[in-house]
């Protein structure tokens, strides 16, 4: 996240000596992204965090591919993932590319038996149902319906669920994940025309520090493979830390809707960005308000980008028998619009309910396995009159 925070206690100046009360030194750890350019923060660990002691196993959960290369708009029933009981096997990929991969999860328990490290990309995880606490070495944070966590490649895991009724949409993206550069300024303080500031960020705020030695298996996952690795000390032995490469939370809720006289374009719902898709969210907001407008959006051709949209909880106005938990996918090249009836419809109404998570991605998306048995088969035709 482009600003400063500090949890714990640090010493006064990066790269010196931090003693314990016992004279030993605190292991320093500078943990950064894309390379040394990139969001940075130094943690100060209790042990040296680089003490393995084994890889017990080796293996890939790199997604199957139904559909390489996909020119049908699809409708997949997302709420049709069965529930499992295990935080990492319970994810489904349904959709992916070299970039991202569109994931779908009804974890039933905490994942308090393994920590979780992913390499290979950042993740969001929105919360369609449920509530809890996600539990990193660098602090924890407290989630419920509506929230986006946004969670950096590298960071350590865990996650707590208050109940066994949970629903995720999860976005896992090779490039880092940021928020929309025009709402910035040169200093990255978040401007007056941003649909979000940094009052709606919630960092970290307390963190977890044991310092214990023995066994502790970390799944890191690299080139979609999960490397089972037995670490000698806790992974959670942080102290203190300090910077700007920290897991947040944003409620989308939180997101202030900008609107128009006229059909405002997908990009006024833009929420986070990386050089290769966008994150959207749309919510609750008033219509268009030009006396001869149409609310509805026209159709679009997006010829250069595939389109999928999860609905979360309102009535989808373009999209006729949309239901909760779905995604549609629009892919590049093909235009797609409003569903038959669905302009005309929208014609006088003042105020929408819709809540929907969108992704375009830059790159098309191939189709899983997984992702395929959710999908209906005739969602491509529902345009036909
Ligand atoms: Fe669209």
Redesign the pocket.
């Known amino acids: 996240m482009p600003f400063y925070h500090k949890l714990g206690k640090i010493p006064p100046k990066r790269h010196t000596q931090f003693r314990k009360p016992d004279g030993s030194l605190y292991s320093e750890q500078l943990f950064g992204t894309v390379g040394f350019d990139g969001m940075y923060c130094n943690i100060y660990h209790e042990h040296r965090p680089t003490q393995v002691k084994q890889i017990k196993k080796q293996y890939s959960v790199a997604p199957k591919i139904a559909s390489a290369n996909n020119m049908l708009s699809l409708r997949l029933d997302g709420f049709a993932i069965k529930p499992e009981k295990d935080f990492l096997s319970s994810r489904k990929t349904v959709l992916t590319n070299s970039d991202c991969s569109i994931i779908l999860a009804a974890p039933q328990e905490s994942l308090r038996d393994y920590f979780y490290k992913n390499t290979d990309a950042d993740e969001v995880i929105f919360i369609h149902k449920g509530s809890g606490k996600l539990r990193t070495f660098l602090g924890n944070i407290d989630f419920k319906y509506g929230d986006y966590l946004v969670i950096p490649r590298g960071i350590i895991y865990q996650i707590d669920f208050d109940s066994e009724d949970n629903r995720l949409f999860i976005v896992e993206s090779r490039q880092p994940i940021y928020t929309p550069k025009r709402y910035r300024n040169w200093f990255g303080q978040l401007l007056e025309h941003s649909p979000f500031c940094e009052r709606d960020i919630r960092k970290p705020e307390q963190l977890e520090t044991y310092d214990a030695k023995g066994e502790f298996l970390v799944k890191v996952k690299k080139n979609d493979d999960i490397f089972e690795m037995v670490y000698a000390t806790h992974p959670f032995d942080v102290v203190g830390y300090d910077g700007y490469n920290y897991p947040y939370a944003f409620s989308i809720h939180d997101f202030e809707p900008i609107t128009g006289r006229i059909h405002q374009p997908p990009p006024v719902h833009q929420t986070f960005e990386t050089t290769a898709m966008v994150i959207c969210s749309f919510v609750p907001r008033l219509y268009d308000y030009h006396p001869e407008s149409i609310p509805a959006?026209y159709n679009?051709s997006?010829i250069d980008s595939d389109?999928v949209l999860y609905y979360v909880d309102g009535d989808f106005m373009s999209r006729n028998d949309i239901k909760q938990g779905q995604i549609t996918l629009?892919p590049a090249g093909i235009v797609?619009g409003p569903h038959p009836g669905a302009a005309e419809r929208s014609i006088g109404k003042t105020e929408t309910e819709e809540l929907a998570v969108m992704v375009d991605t830059f790159k098309p998306l191939q189709v899983t396995e997984d992702g395929m048995k959710l999908s209906d088969g005739t969602y491509y035709q529902s345009w036909l009159e």
């Open positions: 959006p679009h997006n389109e629009h797609h």
